[in-house]
């Protein structure tokens, strides 16, 4: 069946980095793109990057942009999240998404910033 598994999470202190994978497995056709969501408590899930598995266009949330840092290995359906100078305002459930006709989620994952 099709699953998307995340990993990585963890606690780190404001200005540290941290990766987290995302793998995708189970498809009948391999997603066209995959991402990164994030919903911190009391607020919205939000989009935080978002790559094409194809050719490897990526797009960013302007909070993010220039600290993190998506790649992906489409052979394995894998993508990355590479977050460096981490803030306290990081702190949220992680969630990656892959997408065919219809998007599938996986069960996220924490991400605490923290000193």
């Known amino acids: 069946q099709v699953q998307v598994v995340e990993s990585g999470g963890g606690l780190v202190q404001p200005g540290g980095s941290l990766t987290l994978t995302c793998t995708a497995s189970?498809?009948?056709?391999?997603?066209?793109?995959m991402s990164w969501f994030r919903q911190a408590p009391t607020k919205l899930r939000e989009l935080v990057a978002s790559i094409r598995m194809d050719h490897g266009t990526a797009i960013y949330d302007d909070a993010v942009k220039g600290r993190f840092f998506i790649s992906k290995d489409s052979g394995k359906n894998t993508i990355y999240l590479q977050m460096n100078f981490l803030k306290f305002e990081d702190t949220a459930v992680y969630y990656c998404m892959a997408e065919t006709t219809v998007p599938y989620w996986g069960q996220g994952i924490q991400v605490t910033v923290s000193s």
């Open positions: 189970g498809f009948v056709m391999s997603p066209y793109a």
